[in-house]
């Protein structure tokens, strides 16, 4: 069993940076690396994801903003989160695929003030 762990997250103010990383508790090999959230009384909605051949792809109320990116290392993936906005106050979740399986992390708290 593979456990992700997510760090990164806090409390930042309107238009600061944080970034995301997560991290498997061995070593994997996922096809699909992404990033959702979930907001307080909404459902989890996907925010970026990077896949074979490091395609990418990005919500559209990310995109512009949020930037992914991966090492072998693992590997870890990375969310570099500018210009952020109160609206992305959420628990931030990666999610790893592979060809069999489907992981998910306990998620890291991003909190925007206005």
């Known amino acids: 069993q593979v456990q992700l762990v997510e760090s990164g997250g806090g409390l930042v103010q309107t238009g600061g940076s944080l970034r995301l990383s997560c991290s498997p508790s061995r070593t994997t090999s996922p096809e699909t690396m992404s990033w959702y959230r979930q907001a307080p009384e909404k459902h989890r909605e996907f925010v970026s994801g990077i896949y074979l051949r490091s395609l990418t792809m990005y919500a559209d109320s990310v995109n512009g903003r949020f930037t992914i990116s991966r090492d072998k290392v693992k590997p870890t993936v990375y969310l570099q989160m500018n210009s952020l906005k109160p609206e992305d106050t959420a628990v931030y979740y990666c999610?790893?695929?592979?060809?069999?399986?489907?992981?998910w992390g306990e998620g890291t708290q991003v909190t925007v003030s206005s």
């Open positions: 999610n790893f695929k592979t060809r069999r399986s489907d992981y």
